[in-house]
């Protein structure tokens, strides 16, 4: 009895080793399936950071080859990647400025109507409103005429609630900036056809035509006392909104969903300007710089090959990770920022966007050290493109004067992407050098589109003291 229970225990034991073994085994061959993709996910990543890097030569290649093609397009039409449009803008604000000014902001689907009352030098913007309207899905597809008229009555229910106070002098019309975020061939510093629709609008009989003189018959219909004095985009109503607070701003960049900057130009630098030169012997371009080269790489795209070829987020690749651009700025700034030691944050977007119920604290780092890869190619990229205007303007080394250049930049990855934003100034820095970099300076220049479009109607104003008129620059 003794002796067979011996044989059932020695049994036992065989195949509890065996099993444990087996178990044993397992988890070796589990742990070397894991190193096995976390080696290939380490490998797809310093793959894509090498792709994405931006040495100080290369930047400063980039500077220079911004500078030969902002040559060609001021030479000609269509003689470059920037499309280097004059803007007519040859006064910006100089802080003089007073009176009720008003913009139109037309940028999609909803638009803006606002009010603005300037103080001249000791008051500055003493007052400012606005009202938002939404444009009716049927409008953005019928008729110039139906559309402007909507617009137009939503101006003049603006106008007729407002105050007295805000009346205009007898004699004197009230005065507006329009800005028009669609593509349009400026004529002038108050007209310009229109080039085609973006944004989902397709009115057709509206193509090749003024769109101020649009604006301007529907207000006329609706009975509203209003010039258009400026027909502008928003990032050169950034360049009038710094410029109105700091006579050293030449330079704007837009950072957002788009990209694009502005500048002040000698007027002799332009050979394709053919009119009389203005008085004050400057022009403001519109660079138009989102052709040159794109700073935006699709970080889907790497988190889809890690998913694919790593199974980075486990066997199944997650089906949300295939569709172009889901995962947005935003979301991409807020993982990037995230302190949490659990990384909370991180992990709570990839469930929120991607639908990905579980992370490890492992994949979530890996996640916030591609979000930090994709922002700094971008920000220093961005810098590199802001050098080659420098150059362009001469000021990438220390003036003669002793004076500042100052960079009016707004857009919500330029405001709300710390990381980004400080990425930029750095690399600015270090490219342009100690020296050289304590003479320029970056501003957020805010609204644009809004209170600049009303700044330019005031620069532009018929009705402008001429004492208060001064240069460009």
Known sequence: MKEGMGKVAVAAAVIGTAAAVGVAALVVRQRMKTSGRWARVMAIVKEFEEKCGTPEGKLKQLADAMTVEMHAGLVSEGGSKLKMLISYVDNLPTGDEKGVFYALDLGGT???????????????????????????????????????????EKLANFVDEEEQRFHQPPNRQRELGFTFSFPVMQTSINSGNLIRWTKGFSIDDAVGQDVVAGLT?????????????????DTIGTLAGGRYTNSDVAVAVILGTGSNAAYVERAQAIPKWHGPLPQSGEMVINMEWGNFRSSHLPLTE????????????????????????????????????????????????????????????????????????????????????????LKKMGRDTLRDDGKKTVIAMDGGLYEHYTEYRECLENTLNELLGDETANSIAIEHSNDGSGIGAALLAASHSLYADEKSSSNVA
């Open 110 to 152: 909803n638009f803006r109507v606002l009010r603005v009352q300037l103080g001249g030098r000791e008051d500055g913007i003493v007052h400012q409103e606005f009202a938002e309207a939404s444009i009716p899905p049927e409008l953005m597809s019928g008729t110039s005429e139906a559309l402007f008229d909507y617009i137009a």
């Open 217 to 233: 018959k529907a207000l006329q219909r609706k009975g509203v006392e209003m010039r258009v004095a400026a027909l502008v985009n």
């Open 302 to 389: 790497v988190l889809l090959r890690l998913a694919e070829e790593a199974s980075f987020f486990g066997d199944e690749v997650p089906p949300k990770l295939k569709i172009p651009f889901i995962l947005r700025t935003p979301e991409m700034s807020a993982m990037h920022h995230d302190t949490s030691s659990d990384l909370r944050v991180v992990g709570s977007k990839l469930k929120e966007i991607l639908e990905i119920p579980s992370t490890s604290l492992k994949t979530r780092r890996v996640v916030v050290q591609l979000c930090d890869i994709v922002a700094t190619r971008g920000a220093r990229l961005a810098a590199s493109g802001v050098l080659g205007v």
